[in-house]
């Protein structure tokens, strides 16, 4: 059994970034694996960091402490989320920027160019909606959220990728691609370990 943390990260309610986080938290669920579920949409918090620097750093919001509270506990992370402008939207980066603090999720150590990694022994993998194919993210764009999702935020943390997935294009795809979809979330669930 694995604990599993699923963040449905679209800042909008009943959202098909919401059906794949349902999808692959039931199946994961279903494989025997303890599974929490949080919704960026529910989460009442100043996204914006605001202070130019982390000991200045305003207090978590309930709702922010009780994520954090969902990521020490959890072994395996889940981050679904719409792809907007090449990047996380903006409520779910100023989410990071308020959570993902040193002393909590990594600690700069003096003489060394990079923090220590304070969430290591933890797993995560990232779902991905966008209108924009797969292949033209990756080969015209360069998959700059992916190199800034799983690199700077989540490795940086200690959080070991596992896994981006891209389902696209979302517009204009009919309801048996969609389908197709949430099948593929649901067997990304099922191989939760």
Known sequence: MTRVLVLEGHPAKDTF??????????????????????HLADLDFDAD????????????EPDLEALWQD???????????????????????????RILLPGMSFQYVKGKPLPEKLLKGRTA?????????????????????????EKQILDFCGLKPKGYHMFSPIRGS????????????????????
Not at 49 to 60: Q, W
């Open 17 to 38: 970034c919401g059906a794949l986080a349902a999808e692959y938290a039931n199946h994961a669920q279903k494989g025997g694996n303890e599974v929490r579920v949080r």
């Open 49 to 60: 960091f605001g202070v130019s620097s982390f000991k200045d750093a305003k207090p978590l």
């Open 71 to 97: 990521i020490l506990w959890c072994e395996h992370f889940v981050l679904t989320h719409p792809l907007w402008w090449g990047g996380l939207p903006g409520r779910l980066k100023g989410l990071f920027d």
């Open 125 to 149: 993998q990232v779902l991905v909606t966008s209108d924009t194919p797969g292949w033209y993210f990756t080969w015209i764009y360069g998959a700059g959220a992916k190199k800034q999702t």
């Open 174 to 193: 009919s309801d048996e691609a969609k389908r197709k979809m949430l099948a593929r979330a649901a067997g990304l669930g099922r191989k939760v370990a």
